[in-house]
T-cell receptor, first 111, second 114 residues
Framework: DQQVKQNSPSLSVQEGRISILNCDYTNSMFDYFLWYKKYPAEGPTFLISISSIKDKNEDGRFTVFLNKSAKHLSLHIVPSQPGDSAVYFCAASGTGNQFYFGTGTSLTVIP | GAGVSQSPRYKVAKRGQDVALRCDPISGHVSLFWYQQALGQGPEFLTYFQNEAQLDKSGLPSDRFFAERPEGSVSTLKIQRTQQEDSAVYLC????????????FGPGTRLLVL
């Protein structure tokens, strides 16, 4: 029972363009969301987070948007750089201790 | 400062063997989490410690899995009588507080059970 879904397993974007990674969730009790980036043979690295009281959070080239009514969040990377090529996981938590992760989207930024 | 470290990085075990996986969290981090990540999947929660107390172990898949954090810092995840389905990457994460705070992950231990 996947509570956090990333329906696109992979995405390719030209360098300099915008990358948009999407994530959907089913549990309306989730109130904190994060994006992690993962390189091969390394653990996930925290990228950006957003709480449910906001609908947007920006950090440099990275912006996360949250649409609570649609139970959808997205990560925008602009401009995309080759070093952004990695697997991106979204994660969500609610009142419990658990973070629920999506299955990841593999982003390739083409130079 | 140092991040989360895990050892060993790779472990090959024969079916039926016991294994112990170690996690050293970021110094001073109160909370520690263990996750299991199967191939092509996202990390799945196993268990959570706040200091030395194991507050949630609902994600442990069977009673062959046991975790401890006796002094509130280093943690060990033990898997008894390993099975092939235990093959996965085991990730440890720590955070400075408990709920709904950013978790920092270690590099993981890749376990292969033959």
């Amino acid at each position: 029972d996947q509570q956090v879904k990333q329906n696109s397993p992979s995405l390719s974007v030209q360098e300099g363009r915008i990358s948009i990674l999407n994530c959907d969730y089913t549990n309306s009790m989730f109130d904190y969301f994060l994006w992690y980036k993962k390189y091969p043979a390394e653990g996930p690295t925290f990228l950006i987070s957003i709480s449910s009281i906001k609908d947007k959070n920006e950090d440099g080239r990275f912006t996360v948007f949250l649409n609570k009514s649609a139970k959808h969040l997205s990560l925008h990377i602009v401009p995309s750089q080759p070093g952004d090529s990695a697997v991106y996981f979204c994660a969500a938590s609610g009142t419990g201790n658990q973070f629920y992760f999506g299955t990841g989207t593999s982003l390739t930024v083409i130079p | 400062g140092a991040g989360v470290s895990q050892s060993p990085r790779y472990k090959v075990a024969k079916r039926g063997q016991d294994v112990a996986l170690r996690c050293d969290p970021i110094s001073g981090h109160v909370s520690l989490f263990w996750y299991q990540q199967a191939l092509g999947q996202g990390p799945e929660f196993l268990t959570y410690f706040q200091n030395e107390a194991q507050l949630d172990k609902s994600g442990l898949p069977s009673d062959r899995f046991f975790a401890e954090r006796p002094e509130g810092s280093v943690s060990t995840l033990k898997i008894q009588r390993t099975q092939q389905e235990d093959s996965a990457v085991y990730l440890c994460a720590s955070s400075s507080r408990g709920l709904a705070t950013t978790q920092y992950f270690g590099p993981g231990t890749r376990l292969l059970v033959l």
